[in-house]
Antibody, heavy 124, light 105 residues
Framework: QITLKESGPTVVKPTETLTLTCTFS??????????VGWIRQTPGKALEWLVL???????RYSSSLRSRLNITKDTSKKQVVLSMTNMDPADTGTYFC????????????????WGQGTLVTVSS | IQLTQSPSSLSASVGDSVTLTCRAS??????LAWYQQRPGKAPKLLIY???TLQSGVPSRFSGSGSGTDFTLSISSLQPEDFATYYC????????FGPGTKVEVK
């Protein structure tokens, strides 16, 4: 059974860096073409894909947020960590950890397992 | 690539059949997925590749389309199907549409 669970602060101040951890189970993130990423849901922008890291440490970033994002993995701990700098109230929302799915012709573009999400509020 | 979904909401009854539409601003072949999100829950993958049903998803869900126009059909709505549905383009942008909310009439 595949599960993903997000953890981290519920409140961050403007200009601070947000760090969220995804702890997963049921897969290793050591095997092609596995990937884990982050998607957020904000009142203003609905669902927005942020970033993805693959089994081989290849990383893909949202072009609009690339300068603020970093993603790392620790497969021994089965964790993926998201860092997002210079947080703003507009970044308030629910952040989901996701596993990317694959098929014969599509790899890494859709998301077949989601964590429950964690609500992050940016406020002073 | 921008995605628009119509209608933004619709009202239906249990047992009804409904069709939701997603339109892409340019052709995306069949590179589209559909998700269902129930209130307070994470989205759930229903369909990818425009028409391939994800494992475990009931057969009353079906997807079709290619190019710019896509549809998600639900035959015989069940109580658990009242939710918001999102489409997503399967390219490097991984953009989501704004959603269609299916409500109880």
């Amino acid at each position: 059974q595949i599960t993903l669970k997000e953890s981290g602060p519920t409140v961050v101040k403007p200009t601070e860096t947000l760090t969220l951890t995804c702890t997963f189970s049921g897969f290793s993130l050591n095997t092609s073409p596995e990937g884990v990423g982050w998607i957020r849901q904000t009142p203003g922008k609905a669902l927005e894909w942020l970033v993805l890291i693959y089994w081989d440490d290849d990383k893909r970033y949202s072009s609009s947020l690339r300068s603020r994002l970093n993603i790392t993995k620790d497969t021994s701990k089965k964790q993926v960590v998201l860092s997002m700098t210079n947080m703003d109230p507009a970044d308030t929302g629910t952040y989901f950890c996701v596993r990317s799915g694959w098929s014969e012709t599509l790899t890494g573009y859709f998301f077949d397992h989601w964590g429950q999400g964690t609500l992050v509020t940016v406020s002073s | 690539i921008q995605l628009t979904q119509s209608p933004s909401s619709l009202s239906a009854s249990v047992g009804d059949s409904v069709t939701l539409t997603c339109r892409a601003s340019q052709g995306i072949s069949t590179y589209l997925a559909w998700y269902q999100q129930r209130p307070g829950k994470a989205p759930k993958l229903l369909i990818y590749g425009a028409s391939t049903l994800q494992s475990g998803v009931p057969s009353r869900f079906s997807g079709s389309g290619s190019g710019t126009d896509f549809t998600l059909s639900i035959s015989s709505l069940q109580p658990e199907d009242f939710a918001t549905y999102y489409c997503q383009v399967l390219n490097s942008y991984r953009t989501f549409g704004p959603g269609t909310k299916v409500e109880v009439k």
